[in-house]
T-cell receptor
Framework: IAGITQAPTSQILAAGRRMTLRCTQD?????MYWYRQDLGLGLRLIHY???????GKGEVPDGYSVSRANTDDFPLTLASAVPSQTSVYFC??????????????FGEGSRLTVL | GQNIDQPTEMTATEGAIVQINCTYQ??????LFWYQQHAGEAPTFLSY??LDGLEEKGRFSSFLSRSKGYSYLLLKELQMKDSASYLC??????????WGAGTKLIIKP
């Protein structure tokens, strides 16, 4: 059982470039989330999706976009990367039905460096 | 604003007991969670408290006092593999998880 798969695991990117981080889950969970994790800060929610076809903004959505065309996939796109988007990005899912149960399953993370 | 406070770093000895505290101020409360995160890895779920009291799960226990906005994670019989960061998170009234910055636990032989 793969759980949640993220790609790439690591990427160095020039500022101004477009980048898509991929996230796929095989648990048929309704809800999916994108977080960024920076040293000294808690996990910060970027965008979320409670079910296929719907998305919402989290705490730090600016500069990022997401889509949820189906249950399994939840890609995160940086339209024009900036150095402040250097971070570790985690995709997560939960099987909470209409709302978040708080028990999240995380992917292994994507380490992004923007120069 | 919403806030989760936990110590940045703690050190303990192998075989000993350690308590990691977490205090919170959030808009509503739908549960408190502890996650473990080893360096370079993803967080993994440890425990969930929604009612006051102690929840025990093997060597790990988690306590909650909603009136005090306080929780702790108790780790007994510490092993070297327990060296990790421990993240406290609260599910608020909008069912959004609010995360603390994590406590890095260093275990010494």
């Amino acid at each position: 059982i793969a759980g949640i798969t993220q790609a790439p695991t690591s990427q160095i990117l020039a500022a101004g470039r477009r980048m898509t981080l991929r996230c796929t889950q095989d648990m048929r969970h309704n809800a999916m989330y994108w977080y960024r994790q920076d040293l000294g800060l808690g996990l910060r929610l970027i965008h979320y999706s409670n079910t296929a076809g719907t998305t919402g903004k989290g705490e730090v959505p600016d500069g990022y976009s997401v889509s949820r065309a189906n249950t399994d996939d939840f890609p995160l796109t940086l339209a024009s990367a900036v150095p402040s988007q250097t971070s570790v990005y985690f995709c997560a899912s939960s099987d909470g039905g209409s709302h978040n149960t708080g028990e999240l399953f995380f992917g292994e993370g994507s380490r992004l460096t923007v120069l | 604003g919403q806030n989760i406070d936990q110590p940045t770093e703690m050190t303990a000895t192998e075989g000993a007991i350690v308590q990691i505290n977490c205090t919170y101020q959030t808009s509503g409360f739908n549960g408190l969670f502890w996650y473990q995160q080893h360096a370079g890895e993803a967080p993994t779920f440890l425990s969930y408290n929604v009612l006051d009291g102690l929840e025990e799960k093997g060597r790990f226990s988690s306590f909650l006092s909603r009136s005090k906005g306080y929780s702790y994670l108790l780790l007994k019989e510490l092993q070297m593999k327990d060296s990790a960061s421990y993240l406290c998170a609260v599910l608020d009234s909008n069912y959004q998880l609010i995360w603390g910055a994590g406590t890095k636990l260093i275990i010494k032989p």
